[in-house]
């Protein structure tokens, strides 16, 4: 039975760099194994969502997985969530959510509570709002929810029970500016609205006299009495990848919007140690694991972060190294993969050093396995991609792709 690798190098793409001599990170970077993957396989440029479009690594991972953003989009709340390790059915609505200090005006004094919170002080923002403030919005409203401390100052509110997805935002987005009546953007929000208002109130109430708060405002800290909510959105109902394309997937990834987004379609999530989306994770691990998951599952996806945050600092030589560890990891994948594995290469969007942030390039695509067309294209980057096998396929394409080679689609038409 055959199986497959995809790896998603998230924001490799790049563009010339002066510090690189104008080249890439991917043409600098010694990465023997990769390219000799390219040589022998085939090689194309990618159009993750459409050209020039700057994707998140949510909507392009969406895409790469066949799931169009513009239909399947939940909005950044549900994602977050899921991220968050919360489990969310269709229907739920969820908020992305800051902590802050306001003034008894309820103004905004800091839009991120100091940004330092110690894990104590989460754990009794946390218990303030489920054990304090939830219980009495669910016994006037019957709708249940769940807040999550995520990273810093943010965290997530889910709602559950006849709720809507269609109001604004109570964070004001600036300091000085009153914490925002959520207001109903469609009829069938405007208990949700209510709900949400009566959130703002009850949450300013209860954690001023939180005892942690004491002890904040003595150390000279403000008080953590605000807990602010944008990006409200639903989350969908997705066919699973396995009944989609007829495959058992697995993800590995160290960002936990990733595994969010996996968990969401179907994927089994698969825990590597020391892999965690930084910069010194452990991609030696992360591939071994990847090739004995390929004992048990036909599809394995494995998602590099770094690529992408060295990019957003600007770190050229960085990048360049990242994906030389990545070669390395690769190497030893090759050396434990069932000798009937396809291997599936790109990048959900362009990270150019230059622009330190996502951009709309196309990204290189390669493809490798026994029966894979080879062309002439010996190095993957994006200058020798463009002139491969595939030209320029789009992100929705590619599980087609993989499935294609996998033979678990059905024909269509006679
Ligand atoms: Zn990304
Ligand atoms: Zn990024």
């Known amino acids: 039975m055959p199986r497959a690798l995809l ?74 969530a899921l991220g968050a390790g919360l489990m969310l059915s269709p229907g739920d609505v969820a908020f992305r959510t800051n ?20 894990p104590g002080e989460v754990r009794e923002i946390e218990n303030v709002v489920n054990n304090e ?33 269609h109001v604004s935002d109570t964070d004001p987005h ?21 709900f949400i208002n009566e959130f703002t109130k009850l949450v300013y109430e209860k954690l001023s006299r939180a005892e942690f708060n004491e002890r904040r405002t003595r150390e000279g800290r403000g008080p953590i009495n605000m807990v602010l909510l944008r990006g409200a959105g639903s989350m969908r109902n997705f066919e699973p990848l396995s009944s989609r394309y007829r495959i058992k997937p697995a993800i590995i990834a160290g960002v936990a919007l990733i ?15 020391n892999y ?60 434990e993969a069932p000798g009937d594995t396809y291997i599936f290469i790109t990048c959900d969007h362009a990270t150019p050093i230059v622009v330190k942030d996502h951009t709309g390039d196309p990204v290189p695509f390669m493809a490798w396995g026994p029966d894979v067309m080879k062309d002439d294209i010996t190095q993957f980057s994006e200058r020798t991609c463009a002139r491969g096998f595939w030209n320029r396929i789009r992100g929705i394409d590619v599980m087609n792709i993989i499935a294609n080679y996998l033979g678990t689609l059905e024909k269509f038409g006679e």
């Open 133 to 165: 403030v939830l219980p009495i919005l669910k016994g006037k409203y019957g709708i249940d929810a769940i807040y999550k401390q995520t990273v810093e100052h943010r965290g997530v509110l889910v709602l559950r029970g006849g709720v809507s997805p």
């Open 7 to 80: 790896v998603i190098l998230d924001g490799c793409a790049d563009r010339p760099v002066k510090e690189l001599g104008g080249k890439t990170p991917l043409e600098v970077a010694v990465k023997p194994t990769i390219d000799r993957l390219a040589a022998e396989g085939s090689c194309g440029l990618m159009d993750v969502i459409s050209p020039g479009i700057r994707p998140g690594s949510d909507t392009a991972h969406l895409a790469i997985f066949g799931y169009d953003p513009y239909k399947y989009y939940p909005g950044r709340g549900p994602l977050e």
């Open 174 to 194: 600036a300091v000085g500016a009153k914490v925002s009546e959520a207001r109903a953007l469609s009829n069938d929000a405007k208990v949700t609205a209510e």
């Open 99 to 118: 902590v802050a200090t306001v003034n008894s005006d309820l103004i905004v004094v800091d839009r991120r509570g100091g940004r330092y919170i110690d």
């Open 259 to 273: 595994r969010g987004i996996g968990r969401a379609l179907g994927m089994d999530a698969i825990n590597v140690n």
């Open 276 to 335: 965690i989306g930084s910069k010194d994770d452990d991609f030696m691990a992360a591939f071994q694991t990847a090739a004995k998951a390929l004992g048990n599952y036909n599809f394995v996806f494995v998602h590099v972060k770094s690529t992408d945050s060295m990019s957003h600092d600007g770190d050229a030589r960085g990048k360049v190294m990242i994906m030389e560890r990545v070669d390395a990891g690769m190497r030893s994948f090759l050396e």
